[in-house]
């Protein structure tokens, strides 16, 4: 359970030694047991354990899960003005405009992103899918 497995490994209080691989584990199940509050403390304070995008991304994602998809973009700009190569921060800013509707500006983020390579395979696939949602919501 990952409350108690944070219990456990910050006894003390959370410091900012902590590895960013533990980190993003416990955080990453708090967010996924439904908690996105105690992921966001988590992340809130690993400002030495994480590059700043990455922090960034994850602190958005924690508002995401509570439907705050204002303050989630937000973050996830801030993320991609801090690390303009975080394929992480492409990836969540697409999805968040797609969600709430917006397929130019998800379909941008995409093209801006297609300068890296490694993650060009995965950002074809979104990009078909708000290609194909963007001409259904047109034809109607």
Do not use: C, N
Not at 2 to 31: H, K, N
């Amino acid at each position: 359970d990952a409350t108690r497995l944070a219990e456990i490994v910050g006894a003390g209080g959370l410091t900012t030694t902590w590895d960013a691989q533990l980190i993003d584990q416990i955080a990453g199940a708090y967010l996924q047991m439904g908690d996105p509050i105690r992921a966001r403390e988590m992340w809130d304070k690993a400002t030495a354990s994480h590059k700043e995008a990455d922090r960034l991304v994850r602190l958005a994602a924690t508002y995401w899960a509570e439907r705050d998809l204002k303050r989630a973009v937000i973050l996830g700009q801030q993320a991609r003005e801090k690390d303009p190569q975080s394929a992480e921060a492409h990836w969540l800013l697409a999805w968040l405009y797609a969600e709430q509707g917006d397929a130019e500006w998800a379909l941008r983020v995409i093209d801006d992103a297609q300068s890296m390579p490694e993650v060009r395979e995965e950002f074809d696939l979104l990009k078909t899918m708000l290609l194909r949602y963007r001409s259904r919501t047109e034809s109607r």
